[in-house]
């Protein structure tokens, strides 16, 4: 018997419908330049509002890469989610692009603490930082 594959299908993605798939949280990619050069690191994270938020090291490469000493003036970032399934040959992708702000007032850390974004990596990551999208764009592929 033989059967057609239907054609990939490429689809742009609204700001809306990036949110919402990216709502639940969970695993994304920072993307920025370092000390180094280019850096991409996994992390787990979670939404508050239209903002994402995710939790690293004090004194780590992040925070110290992420500074630029010049308070109010932050690096600008990339955060990208993506859910592929490799057997259906289809899946997506979200890209958020904006600042990376560290959460440092005791306004903003009483807010975002209750917000649930837990690490799976070791150690004590108390430092949150907050991305607010500038620039939110996504891809689906459907077959």
């Known amino acids: 018997m033989n059967e057609r594959v239907s054609a990939p299908v490429l689809e742009e993605l609204d700001a809306e419908e990036c949110l919402r798939l990216i709502s639940p949280g969970g695993v994304g990619r920072v993307a920025f330049t370092g000390s180094a050069g280019p850096v991409v690191i996994p992390v787990n994270y979670t939404m508050l509002g239209s903002s994402v938020l995710f939790r690293t090291a004090f004194g780590g490469p992040m925070d110290e890469d992420l500074s630029t000493g010049v308070r109010g003036v932050e690096f600008k970032i990339a955060f990208e989610v993506d859910h592929i399934d490799a057997a259906a040959r289809k899946g997506w992708s979200v890209l958020i692009q904006g600042a990376a702000h560290r959460v440092s007032s005791e306004e903003e850390l ?11 990596a ?6 949150y930082i907050r991305v607010d999208p500038v620039r939110l764009t996504g891809r689906r592929i459907r077959r």
């Open 110 to 120: 009483a807010t975002v603490s209750s917000a649930a974004v837990e690490p799976w």
């Open 122 to 127: 070791g150690g004590e990551r108390r430092l």
